[in-house]
């Protein structure tokens, strides 16, 4: 029987990117909580997360499934999704002028086994006065995004350079996704 891809993801940038690399999947939401971690090394966290993530999820007999979690580490700090204004204000106030770390774990489980990545990113900031952080807190952009920006929206001009996987970034390290996933028998249909 063919392996099915299953994301385990409310995510709508992890499907985008799922669909760009050419992959037939169907998407489950998954209802982990995660606030139930308090592990501080962010490396360590984000596989934890990823993990905790596909383990509370049942997988069936011919299915792949993937789950994936994104943190961002800054002066030994974890930012995690920012649930108020002010906090989103913290958070890049935190990152402004400096180089801060993106995380994104990924788990990918049959019936069988499972296997557990993590990706890096470097991310550096432009100095951003008070106003222009209010301003992109303003758009609302931050809420749904570990560290309270989207590089892949009007975060974009935050950036002023990256190191590392642009994907990892946006939440799903893309190409090496692909190079784990087919080792599970699963392949873009479109490559
Ligand atoms: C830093 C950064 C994060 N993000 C997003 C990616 C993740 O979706 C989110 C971090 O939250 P996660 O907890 O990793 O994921 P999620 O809750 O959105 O989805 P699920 O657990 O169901 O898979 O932040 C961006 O979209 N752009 C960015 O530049």
């Known amino acids: 029987m063919d ?17 760009l690399a050419g ?9 982990f909580d995660e606030s139930t971690i308090t592990e501080t090394l962010p490396e360590v966290l984000v596989k934890e997360l990823a993990r905790q993530k596909g383990m509370a999820m049942d997988v069936q007999e011919n299915e792949v499934l993937l789950t994936a979690d994104t943190v961002v580490s800054a002066n030994n700090t974890v930012l995690g999704k920012p649930s ?6 913290a958070m890049l106030a935190m990152l402004s002028g400096g180089t801060h770390q993106v995380y994104t774990a990924v788990m990918l489980r049959d019936i069988e086994r499972h296997e557990v990545f993590v990706s890096r990113t470097e991310v550096e900031f432009w100095p951003l006065s008070e106003p222009e952080i209010h301003a992109y807190v303003a758009t609302g952009d931050s809420f749904d995004k570990a560290g309270a920006y989207g590089i892949q929206s009007k975060g974009a001009l935050l950036v002023k350079g990256i190191k590392g996987d642009y994907y990892t970034v946006m939440g799903l390290p893309l190409s090496m996704t692909v190079r784990e996933l087919a080792k599970f028998q699963i392949a873009p249909t479109l490559l």
């Open 23 to 31: 992959f037939s999947f169907s998407n489950r939401k998954n209802s």
């Open 84 to 89: 108020t204004e002010e906090e989103a204000f």
């Open 3 to 19: 392996k099915q891809l299953i994301l385990g993801s409310n995510s709508p940038r992890r499907k985008e990117l799922l669909e």
